[in-house]
């Protein structure tokens, strides 16, 4: 990681918020932007439905995947079927500046809950 400063020598460079460090620290991980990641947790219902986000977890965004866990073999057969569709869902709740490339791709991984 470069730590760099481009500014006047000698001149402290400017404050970083927490927010934005952490964005820059979680995509040299691959991880997303925690504010994309908040924005779809948010919005699971419309993306995926009511019904399925009841079923449907969403787990994690990492690089332009997003994992999705589910209880059972038929609820991730669903999901693989609207692959497409949360893909152009995701994008529309994100909008233009945040979701252009935010999730292309869509992991199913069923669990057992507890």
Partial sequence: MSRRFRGVPGEEPEPTTLADALARVGKELGLSDPRVLKKLTDCWPEIVGEQLAQQATLRSLRDDTMTIAVDS??????????????????????????????????????????
């Fill in 73 to 114: 073999g038929a609820w991730a057969t669903q999901l693989r079927y609207l692959e497409s569709d949360i893909i152009r869902r995701t994008t529309e709740v994100l909008g233009a500046t945040m979701g252009r490339s935010a999730v292309r791709h869509v992991r199913i991984v069923v669990e057992a809950r507890e």
